[in-house]
């Protein structure tokens, strides 16, 4: 079945960076778009940005510019999402979320969601 | 961005009853090329990622029971339970996928 599988929760520090992945199966890796959602506490959900796996075309949420990059690497259908500089309300639940494919600055549903990763960013 | 307002924020209904909820946008996601509004429709439980519901503002996907309906008007969409069970117990999400970036609403919890 289709799935998408993150790494473990982290904790880090104010300043520094987060690498999180999404291990997918079940589908043809490089067939559908694969975006990054969080969602803090208690609160809705934000996205991210977005990743076309097939050519490593990105497109992020203009509040995360120049502090988060996706990529990938196709050979083990792995996507990864690093957010640097963090700081204490990136706290929070990421997720990936695979989406059909669309093009740039287009989007569908996502569907389905992985498991999640909490990162904790506390001094 | 498109602002996606949801109402209520929580509501109680009994078993068996109907649930309803309403999710405004901001501006239209109606799509002049396939005629669609790109509305879509999450259901999430505690520690559990959101779950696909509805797309397309009304088509219902694979696997999820037909009590489960979306409709629209305009700018206006409403996701309704016809007949809540117990496991329907969650907070519902809508989505616009019209503009980027893509934007929900802040969430309905529904109890019993």
């Known amino acids: 079945q289709v799935q998408l599988v993150q790494s473990g929760g982290e904790v880090k520090r104010p300043g520094a960076s987060v690498k999180v992945s999404c291990k997918a199966s079940?589908?043809?890796?490089?067939?559908?778009?694969l975006n990054w959602v969080r969602q803090a506490a208690g609160q809705g959900l934000e996205w991210m940005g977005w990743?076309?796996?097939?050519?490593?075309?990105?497109g992020y949420a203009e509040k995360f510019q120049g502090r988060v990059s996706i990529t990938r690497i196709t050979s083990i259908t792995t996507a990864y999402m690093e957010l640097s500089s963090l700081r204490t309300d990136d706290t929070a639940v990421y997720y990936c979320?695979?989406?059909?494919?669309?093009?740039?600055?287009?989007?569908?549903?996502?569907?389905?969601w992985g498991q999640g990763t909490l990162v904790i960013v506390s001094s | 961005d498109i602002v996606m307002t949801q109402s209520p924020d929580s509501l109680a209904v009994s078993l068996g009853e109907r649930a309803t909820i309403n999710c405004k946008s901001s501006?239209?996601?109606?799509?002049?090329?396939?005629?669609?509004?790109?509305l879509a429709w999450y259901q999430q439980k505690p520690g559990q990622p959101p779950r696909l519901l509805i797309y397309?503002?009304?088509t219902r996907d694979s696997g999820v029971p037909d009590r489960f309906s979306g409709s629209e008007s305009g700018t206006d969409f409403t996701l309704t339970i016809s007949s809540l069970q117990a496991e329907d117990v969650a907070v519902y999400y809508c989505?616009?996928?019209?503009?980027?970036?893509?934007?929900f609403g802040q969430g309905t919890k529904v109890e019993i």
């Open positions: 979320a695979r989406a059909p494919k669309c093009g740039t600055r287009c989007h569908y549903w996502f569907d389905p």
């Open positions: 079940g589908y043809s890796f490089t067939d559908y778009d």
């Open positions: 990743m076309n796996p097939s050519n490593g075309e990105t």
């Open positions: 501006q239209t996601v109606l799509s002049v090329s396939n005629n669609k509004n790109h």
């Open positions: 397309w503002a009304s």
């Open positions: 989505q616009q996928y019209y503009g980027t970036p893509p934007t």
